[in-house]
């Protein structure tokens, strides 16, 4: 079983479901996620991007094979930018962000990828590769009837990031997930579906 065949299955698709259904993506969609949490999330994910962009740089310095160099190099262009804007958008500061404010679940979600990035480069790009595909498939499958937060899914499917998904996929197409690849795949996946409901919940 190949990484798309995994993604298909019954158990990987009940937990994007759930994704899809928790009330900071639903709010999302119509506008009505408050400030203060969206804020939280932000908070969160500047965190989070920090070592995930260490995960990626652990990755890139160790692997032999140029294509897989040349994702991580792709990686680190453009979201860390909209990041930043978002930042500014709504006036976080941040020099004022640092890891005493991270959650449970980030600090748990970024053990995970620092800890496969080391194992191997792609035991490494199995445990990153939830967030980049949740986030394009959330983008691209909700039901966005606002403009609040427009500027979000429009940026999760766009062609520059949608373009890492699809390298992601072409690496990955031909390594076989045995049960150690398939829980690090899923349990990023878990990991995802609680930092949303952590971030909803202000914790």
Request: a negative charge.
């Amino acid at each position: 079983m190949n990484i798309q065949e995994y993604i298909e299955t019954d158990e990987i698709q009940s937990i994007i479901k759930s994704i899809m259904d928790t009330e900071f993506i639903k709010e999302m969609e119509t506008g009505e996620l408050s400030d203060e949490k969206f804020k939280h999330y932000l908070i969160q994910d500047d965190i989070y991007l920090k070592y995930y962009k260490k995960a990626g740089n652990t990755i890139k310095t160790n692997a032999k094979n140029e294509y897989i160099k040349s994702l991580f190099e792709m990686i680190g262009s453009e979201e860390p930018i909209f990041h930043r804007d978002m930042l500014e958008m709504y006036k976080i500061k941040k020099d004022d962000i640092n890891d005493d404010m991270m959650n449970y679940t980030t600090y748990s979600y970024v053990n995970h990828l620092i800890r496969w990035a080391r194992e191997s480069e792609y035991m490494g790009m199995i445990s990153m590769f939830p967030c980049q595909w949740s986030y394009e498939y959330i983008a691209k499958n909700s039901d966005a009837d606002d403009d609040k937060f427009k500027f979000w899914f429009d940026f999760y499917k766009s062609k520059g990031y949608t373009d890492i998904t699809e390298k992601y996929f072409n690496i990955l197409k031909n390594k076989e997930l045995y049960f150690e690849e398939r829980n690090t795949f899923k349990f990023g996946l878990l990991y995802e579906l609680n930092y949303w409901i952590f971030c909803y919940n202000l914790l």
